[in-house]
């Protein structure tokens, strides 16, 4: 099976601008999650979807969107970039089941 | 608060010993734990998963303890080899909760 893919995987992109990140993940897998990494603060969840709805929100301001199209793949949003937005963002899908997460490589977002 | 507490020192091992990584926890009851594997600029890699009802799990050359008085986990790699120098997180979920939280990671390095 093919793993979880992201597009793109590096951008660099200006205060003030928005970004849009997206995520295929792995056939079969309904579930996928985004995280945000940084090397301050670490391995930080963002927001969960599954069937196209989002089901779990971590604690980050509404600048940061998500969504999920019918075939599973999802995007997500930050609007009105700021310094602090920098970062490796990650992908993430799972089977329920069992709650592994299987990652992409991530999008390694700079903002000047 | 929740916590999850992994070194944040590296650890230095010389190849063909034992590593043995640490994952703290408090104000937690987890329903399961889980081991990552994370290189350089990559996504996680998702290694072994052990719930709460058991005490050990093992993988080819690796063993995951939980001890759920001691809210702890030990993630021992034997014979260990320089391609086993990674970043390792532990990561924690509650029952039914698909989304577990990730410790900051502790930085493993094997010397040849």
């Known amino acids: 099976k093919a793993g979880v893919t992201q597009t793109p995987r590096y951008l660099i992109k200006t205060r003030g601008q928005q970004v849009t990140l997206s995520c295929s993940p792995i056939?079969?897998?309904?579930?996928v999650s985004w995280y945000q990494q940084t090397p301050g603060q670490g391995l930080q969840f963002l927001f969960e979807?599954?069937?196209?709805?989002?089901?779990n929100k971590g604690n980050f301001p509404g600048r940061f969107s998500g969504r999920q199209f019918s075939n599973s793949r999802s995007e997500m949003n930050v609007s009105t970039l700021e310094l602090g937005d920098s970062a490796l963002y990650l992908c993430?899908?799972?089977?329920?089941?069992?709650?592994?997460?299987?990652f992409g490589p991530g999008t390694r977002l700079t903002v000047t | 608060s929740q916590k999850i507490e992994q070194n944040s020192e590296a650890l230095n091992i010389q190849e063909g010993k034992t590593a043995t990584l640490t994952c703290n926890y408090t104000?937690?009851?987890?329903?399961?734990l889980q081991w990552y594997r994370q290189d350089p600029g990559r996504g996680p890699v998702f290694l072994l998963l052990?719930?709460?009802?058991?005490k050990e799990k093992r993988k080819e050359r690796l063993k995951v303890t939980f001890d759920t008085t001691l809210k702890q986990s030990l993630f021992h790699i034997t014979a260990s080899q320089p391609a086993d120098s990674a970043t390792y997180l532990c990561?924690?979920?509650?029952?039914?909760?698909?989304?577990?939280?990730f410790g900051r990671g502790t930085s493993l390095i094997v010397h040849p």
């Open positions: 104000n937690y009851s987890p329903a399961y």
């Open positions: 990561a924690l979920g509650s029952g039914g909760s698909y989304i577990p939280t």
């Open positions: 993430a899908s799972s089977l329920e089941a069992t709650g592994e997460q299987y």
């Open positions: 056939s079969g897998h309904r579930s």
């Open positions: 052990i719930r709460e009802n058991e």
């Open positions: 979807y599954f069937s196209e709805t989002q089901r």
